[in-house]
Structures are given as structure tokens and as C-alpha cells.
């Protein structure tokens, strides 16, 4: 299996800031990466796939980067609807799996 | 709109048997992979299985490879698992999913709970 790993665990940020995830990959998913937002007591939303493919809907502050082993989630201006915990996911092989989780919070 | 609803969650004791079942809507199902995920409380995300728009491919996690089996009923628009030999490390939200590459829309969840 693919182990991801994200980095920080816990991020402290504050309105209006710029703040990047990262997910790192113990081998490459080749771009088959997608980001998730999870709020408490909610079920993971979709915000980015293939790496840097917005999801529909999803406001154009989120952004994701990245190849090889290393990928990024940006969210410029981060508004109080942003905190929350993020997940990376790769799906490059039939074993889908998710790094631990990023907390995004005040 | 796209709606997925999971149900069958509950208290089971060790060794135990729960059917999951997942009704959509709002899209048509045999287009779709569909995917079971879960995550224990206060934890992280784990992928399942995924079945095919027709049923004839599927795939396991390791962790539940041989205990749960995923399988779908189109014409009822519904997903299931059946979860076998549940253990104690089995406690958690289980979601279901469409797509089974990244998972496009999610239910809201049961919650399995496997104690004695």
C-alpha cells in the first residue's frame, strides 16, 4: 500500500491568512490525488481530484499542487468556513488510502 | 439532487453479523462505482471496497478482506455491506461513496458499534 503522510497535524491560522497542506507519499500516485474537508459530525467533502482539479462548486481560494511524492493543498484568504480538518487520498493503486489529517483551526 | 443515505448501523457483540444498506438518488446508479468507507471515532479515514456499476469488479481493503462483502442492487438504487466476524477495531462511522477511484459524494454516515 501507498502510505501518505500530511504535514502539520495542526495548523493555527487565523482569517484572511494563506495556508499550505502538505501530503507526502511513501511512492508516487502519479497525480492521482484528491483532497477532502470534513467538519465535525459531517461526512468528508470532495474539494480537489487528479492533484489540482477543483471540484465543482468549491470556491477558487482552495488549490492543490504537486507530482511525484509531494502535493499541496493551498487555501488562499482563509475564511471562517475553512476550519476544519482536511485529508489527502491517493487512488493510484486499487488500495485507496488517506493520509492521518490536517487540523485547520483558530 | 445527489443523495445518499446509509442505514443498518448499531450495537453487535464480537463475532457478530450487520447489514449495511446505502439508498441513492439523484443520479443513476448502475453508472457508478460505489464505495464503502469508514472512519472509528475521533480517527481517520480507511477506504473498505468498491464494486463496479454492473457488480463485476470488486476489491477489498486487507482489513476486511474475507469478513465483509460489498454487493448492489440497481434496480432498488442501493448499496450493501455485509460485515462478518466483526471485532472491536471494527467500531466506526461507515460511509458510503460514489466513485471508486476519489469518492465524489458521501452519505452521512452510520455508526457500528461492536462490543460486548
Known amino acids: 500500500d501507498i502510505q501518505m503522510t500530511q504535514s502539520p497535524s495542526t495548523l493555527s491560522a487565523s482569517v484572511g491568512d494563506t495556508v499550505t497542506i502538505t501530503c507526502r507519499a511513501s511512492q508516487s500516485p502519479s497525480g492521482w490525488l484528491a483532497w477532502y474537508q470534513q467538519k465535525p459530525g459531517k461526512a468528508p467533502k470532495l474539494l480537489i481530484y487528479k492533484a489540482s482539479n477543483l471540484e465543482s462548486g468549491v470556491p477558487s481560494r482552495f488549490s492543490g499542487s504537486g507530482s511525484g511524492t509531494e502535493y499541496t493543498l493551498t487555501i488562499s484568504s482563509l475564511q471562517p468556513d475553512d476550519f476544519a480538518t482536511y485529508y489527502c487520498q491517493q487512488y493510484n493503486t486499487y488500495s485507496r488510502t488517506f493520509g492521518q489529517g490536517t487540523k485547520v483551526e483558530i | 439532487q445527489v443523495q445518499l443515505v446509509e442505514s443498518g448501523g448499531g450495537l453487535v457483540k464480537p463475532g457478530g453479523s450487520l447489514r449495511l444498506s446505502c439508498v441513492t438518488s439523484g443520479f443513476t446508479l448502475s453508472d457508478h462505482y460505489m464505495s464503502w468507507l469508514r472512519q472509528a471515532p475521533g480517527s481517520g479515514l480507511e477506504w473498505l471496497a468498491y464494486i463496479s456499476g454492473s457488480g463485476d469488479a470488486i476489491k477489498y481493503a486487507d482489513s476486511v478482506k474475507g469478513r465483509f462483502t460489498i454487493s448492489r442492487d440497481n434496480a432498488k438504487n442501493s448499496l450493501y455491506l455485509q460485515m462478518d466476524s466483526l471485532r472491536a477495531e471494527d467500531t466506526a462511522f461507515y460511509y458510503c461513496?460514489?466513485?471508486?477511484?476519489?469518492?465524489?459524494?458521501w452519505g452521512q454516515g452510520t455508526l457500528v458499534t461492536v462490543s460486548s
Open positions: 461513496a460514489r466513485r471508486g477511484d476519489y469518492f465524489h459524494s
